[in-house]
């Protein structure tokens, strides 16, 4: 038996004896899948009337959190003709169902369960035009549900928004956290954007979803969060592009398909999960490849097959966030703190690197000038608008401005950006 270290996870997806893997049966007599030898400490678990995710377990933490449901469901779009704004329409730039209650895509569903060397699946199917596969990956911290919509039927003559929804027996307290601020009305009032995450607490747990995409969210009620998806709509809403959101490409109406990666930890710590597996997400490498003529033996002799601008490694909470070469001897660089204040006891604090250490291999820099942000002027030079508050004081704060560095060392603060020019040797 091949011996691996515990998963972080325990996840139960809500009975089904149709998977190949061992059973067991609950404590309802429901057929269950036992543990798998490879991906230590994880059950799956479907409910044979709602084949569902059930329950996502922190093994490390020793708690769950429960899902009453999960799944897809779907707003129906106003028809309005625009001619006052209580008429205004749905469309691509307004958010306005008819209703305030999302209806379930679907009644049924059936369930595919594939079972690999490093991950296991279950594929839930609504209809003909929304599934999701929830996966969880041998040690990973997270579960993934990748999820496909589309094309959206409308020959009911109706637009349809779909959502995802999350219902979980976390006590939120009427609270949800994203990383964007935004506002529109009733239903739609309450959807905020969603650049890379959002997330539901109590005093013990916290749920997060990690989105790989920028979209709408909300949570309407205690516990639940809902993503909007995917929107088909008929009506134009009068606010420039003269056409309703009903899209297609190559004579073919839209699909879309993504990822949300579930985290469940406590409260107090689940900051630390949540931004390093934001930056595994976003920042993954990207494989390519190209055919080649050559053996390997030829081709290895001639180039060089593996290098790496870093021969440090940076600390957890810092990000080399753009490295580019601005001619043969000078380099833009940013780095950024990517943890915020006080979320988590250790790396919500000031860090300091050296630009020197960590990037030996482009030379040895002998200069260093910072820049503003969009990196189009040294810091130095920047002349911001000045006038007194109603408390007489300064309303520019005191600048830390370094016009060069007197060594390559670099202190970044909880969430701060900055950008340097380096001249090498």
């Known amino acids: 038996m091949r011996s691996y270290s515990a998963l972080w996870y325990l996840v139960h997806f809500g009975s089904f004896d149709k998977c190949h893997f061992a059973r067991l049966h609950d404590m309802y007599d429901r057929m269950v899948i036992d543990y798998i030898p490879y991906i230590s400490f994880v059950v799956c678990r479907i409910f044979e009337l709602k084949l569902m995710l059930k329950d996502i377990f922190n093994l490390k933490k020793s708690f769950d959190i429960s899902f009453s449901n999960q799944g897809f469901y779907w707003y129906q779009g106003f028809s309005g003709n625009n001619s006052h704004p209580e008429f205004q329409a749905s469309g691509a730039y307004v958010f306005r169902p ?23 699946t279950a594929v839930i199917v609504f209809n003909d035009w929304a599934s999701q596969e929830i996966s969880l990956y041998d040690e990973a911290q997270n579960v993934e549900v990748e999820w496909t919509i589309g094309p959206i039927p409308v020959n009911d003559n109706i637009g349809k928004e779909i959502i995802i929804r999350y219902d979980t027996d976390i006590q939120s307290q009427a609270k949800y956290y994203t990383d964007a601020n935004g506002l529109l009305e009733p239903v739609s009032g309450n959807y905020y954007p969603v650049n890379s995450r959002i997330w539901i607490k109590d005093q013990n747990r916290q749920f997060t979803v990690l989105t790989d995409r920028s979209e709408g969210g909300a949570s309407l009620h205690d516990g639940s969060i809902e993503i909007m998806l995917h929107r088909r709509l008929l009506y134009d809403d009068d606010l420039g592009v003269s056409e309703a959101l009903n899209e297609s490409a190559f004579g073919e109406d839209l699909v879309v398909r993504g990822r949300h990666s579930l985290i469940v930890d406590a409260s107090a710590t689940s900051a630390l999960v949540h931004r390093v597996s934001a ?34 490694v940076l600390p957890l909470n810092v990000h080399l966030l753009t490295l580019d070469q601005l001619g043969p001897k000078d380099y833009l660089i940013r780095v950024e703190h990517y943890f915020e204040m006080n979320e988590d006891d250790t790396y919500s604090h000031p860090v300091t690197i050296d630009l020197q250490s960590i990037l030996k291999s482009i030379g040895t820099i002998t200069n260093t000038v910072e820049l503003t942000l969009g990196g189009n002027l040294p810091l130095a030079e920047l002349q911001r608008l000045n006038w007194v508050t109603s408390d007489k004081e300064s309303s520019r704060p005191t600048d830390h401005k370094e016009q060069s560095l007197n060594d390559t060392s670099v202190r970044l603060t909880p969430m701060q950006i900055r950008t340097f020019q380096v001249t090498v040797a």
């Open 98 to 120: 008819l209703t305030q209650t999302a209806e379930p895509v679907s009644q049924t569903r059936t369930v595919t369960c594939i079972k690999a060397l490093s991950v296991q």
């Open 279 to 312: 930056q595994n997400m976003y920042m993954h490498p990207l494989a390519v490849y190209s055919l080649t003529q050559q053996t390997f033996a030829n081709y290895s002799a001639v180039y060089r097959l593996t290098w790496s601008a870093l021969t440090n």
